[in-house]
């Protein structure tokens, strides 16, 4: 017999997840359009080429590549993936809106500000939490050089996760610039940022030791490798001018921290992290990311990009975006057992199998719908009471028997 | 310069058929949750052999196949699509909902009432209308072998479609076992029956003169080719019995018929339609499909799959689905330029740039989401005038200027 499982990596979602899934989407949706955003959809899958040649970093490792069809395809032992294959599946939502902006530019709004809720797929290992296809939200300012930009993604961004029942989370924040310029200033080449941000990265997970013993493997030099955990620890808004001369950083970052400080009303904190670095390669400025409670990972992250839509367009243009990791709302949401807002109240309509015309049962169904049910209908069977039981278990607020006995018995 | 183009047959969706978009799918969602189904996700990829194990017909030939990663391919002048790819996209969603209900059957109600709303892939030829990636919304009911699954089907989608504002559709309806009962008769083998439907399906589009042309061509008997198209003119709901002895079959057929015409209140018709065949192979029972106005092409189509989920678990599952067509309902909707409900009412808050701290216009920007307004926060140009108007042309409601004159002027 084939297999019933899915994919690998992949999951099916079963009906109650689906309930609370749609209230979700629901919800971001409604913020995000609320706040002057317009939706838009890309297909999931795109031109290899263009995948290939985007600034994707490791996901360029981990891509769904699909084969060419209808032509004889190449098959010899030198024959590379792009070589047979013509198309992928998208990896994140940012480089297919890059495309989608240069493609359809004279028909959108300057600046645009766009929402995109779809799934992406990454070929990682599997593991706990971690799926090859989830759903991603994402909101992007495109045409706004300004923090303004940073500021309004923030703030919907943070009211979206309010608005979910989220509270008390960190929006920490850093500077891609402000990175790279104090880790030159520790001595390091401008070539060694990357590998040096890529260990910095680690420093949740292994530590200000592991985090040298890292670079010093890497033979970089004791006191720079010191003096860049100690920037760590030290760095913070009230000395930024001790490490960086950029006065244009300085200031976009305390602007951005200001602002949304004033905005959050103490429902939420944000804080400035220089260890925040998110791994995508193509952020140019700002990076931010939320955290939740003793959660280890973002539940959202983002920063912006102003090099990336140039590459499909004749002009350059600045943008900034902010993604809400969905999959992890969702299992957050159901970790804590939070029941968001009520589901629709449902029922179920017995009948007898041989009662007569089918089309009675419907019509005596519409009565309960009209007070807000949700209307199952359902051939009783022999052993009545233990299907109704497995009924009462299942969420239903109650039960009516066709033609027998037509009030409604609450569970 | 990389092409912006999406993948050939694809297409991107703007933000004003969005808003469409998310308002129908809403609508099919709430009509079919009030009608007691559940919805469910699969995964968009399914393991190549279980696509290619079922009864996909035509649609296994537009497979998107993904390579297999992290191993080393085969790669000689024999390997072929499935030595090369272990995964594919789905066409459907009727296969992904028998694997489903097989891999997750413990935890589902029995009849199980299944929504599926999803994309699916085929790589067909590109022309006006059909793209290589598409939207349908399935209703399911697995585990009822009564007509009343059939009933109750018919029933929940033609009130989605009424709800959507589509009025005087039909709905043609016909029997599989019927079909094979008449072709036989006529003195066809019961090998010829694939092939004979397979003509007879074009026979909106080659009328009976073309339909007995190729019949013939294939050197079928001519007494037989004209009895077929004898059969199709003749054969009704009044005299099916002249023409078949199976009194299930015909049972069958007129309970739903008759059934659907009282539920219907003359909003829609049902009605016989001996040539009706769906593509298909995997029916074993009824059969149908909407047809509305003028447009060349069904809405809706689906049909008893009795013998399909039975391949993924140790039991045989009767089971039945209507699927309805999304990307033709909102063509159709948009060609006839149908505003369904109206979207959310949507201002412009113009403010200076260098006016100061933005979240001062965020906080002004919340007063109007109050009143129910989307707000859109932008910057004002120099050319202030020329900026509005653009604004009045996208749909936008009014628009107020911070700090300046905050009174909502309407377009």
Redesign the interface.
Known sequence: ???????RG??????QE??L??QLE?MI?KRY????F??????????L??LL?SDGGENLK??????K??EKLN???E?S?SD??D?G?RFDLTLPLS??Y???QA???M?F?AIQIG?V?R?ERPQKGRFR?FKQCDIDIIG?P???AE??LI?TTAKALMDMGFCGFTVKINHRKLLSEVIRKLGFSEEAVGTVCITLDKLDKIGSEGVEKELLSKDYDHAMVSGLTKAVTEISTDNLSDWVDDELVIGELTEVI???K??SKNNFTIEFDFSLIRGMGYYTGLIFEVSYGPYGYSIAGGGRYDNMIG????TSVPAVGFSIGFERIVGILQEENNQLTHS?K?M?LFYE?AQG???Q???A?EQW?TQG???????MKKKFGKQIS??SE?GYAGFAVFGRDEALKMF
């Open positions: 017999m084939i297999s019933s499982n899915p994919v992949t999951r099916d979602i079963l009906p689906m309930v899934r749609d629901a949706l359009r609320s706040q002057g317009n939706r838009i959809e890309t297909p999931v899958m795109e031109n080429e263009l040649g981990m891509l769904f590549s699909i084969i069809r209808g098959l010899t032992p024959a993936v047979l294959c198309l599946l495309r989608f240069a493609n359809n028909e959108l709004e600046p500000k799934n797929f070929a296809s706004d300004s923090v303004n500021i309004e703030d200001d602002a949304v004033r905005l590459k499909y367009c004749k629709q449902k179920v199998a015309s089918f089309d049962v419907i019509a169904g719908q049910y949700g209307v199952n209908l359902v051939a497995a009924y299942k």
